[in-house]
């Protein structure tokens, strides 16, 4: 049984295309990991995290009812990034990633000192030069 259950995979998705997809989700990670995680909570780079995020990024913020456009160019200006490392030992897990040709959702879930704060659902395009970040939402964990 499963064998059959393989070998109709295996006729559903051919080997490129899945190993294609697991080279893509493996890209999506690397570049939330470099860009958002390592680039924004630990080293506060703010040239990491332009790198992984499309200039046109909007992140939208529900708060008090509303919600909220932020650009690229005004999130970092508000989180002010030093370039000084975090103290706090930051953490992340993903729960999933999935790709359909050059688009990808990610969903995070951010820890700071092992308690969570965010969780975090990523918009991703392919573009030439490699996955980017085009948009974001999340929830704030009290």
């Known amino acids: 049984m499963r064998r059959l259950a393989v070998l109709l995979l295996l006729a559903l998705c051919p080997l490129p295309l899945l190993a294609q997809q697991g080279h893509d989700q493996?890209?999506?990670?690397?570049?939330l990991v470099d860009a958002y995680v390592q680039g924004l909570h630990v080293h506060r780079d703010s040239a990491a995290v332009k790198r992984g995020f499309h200039?046109?990024?909007?992140?939208?913020?529900?708060?008090?009812?509303?919600?909220?456009?932020?650009?690229?160019?005004?999130?970092l200006d508000?989180?002010?990034?030093?370039?000084?490392?975090?103290?706090k030992t930051m953490s992340h897990t993903f729960d999933l990633v999935d790709v359909t040709g050059n688009s990808a959702v990610a969903k995070m879930h951010i820890y700071e000192d092992g308690r969570q704060i965010y969780t975090d659902y990523f918009g991703l395009y392919k573009f030439d030069g490699g996955w980017q970040i085009v948009n974001k939402i999340f929830y704030g964990h009290p």
Request: no cysteine; glycine share 6%.
């Open 55 to 75: 200039p046109d990024f909007v992140m939208h913020v529900y708060a008090d009812g509303r919600l909220i456009q932020a650009p690229l160019a005004m999130w």
């Open 26 to 31: 493996d890209a999506v990670r690397k570049v």
């Open 78 to 87: 508000r989180l002010k990034l030093d370039g000084v490392k975090n103290p």
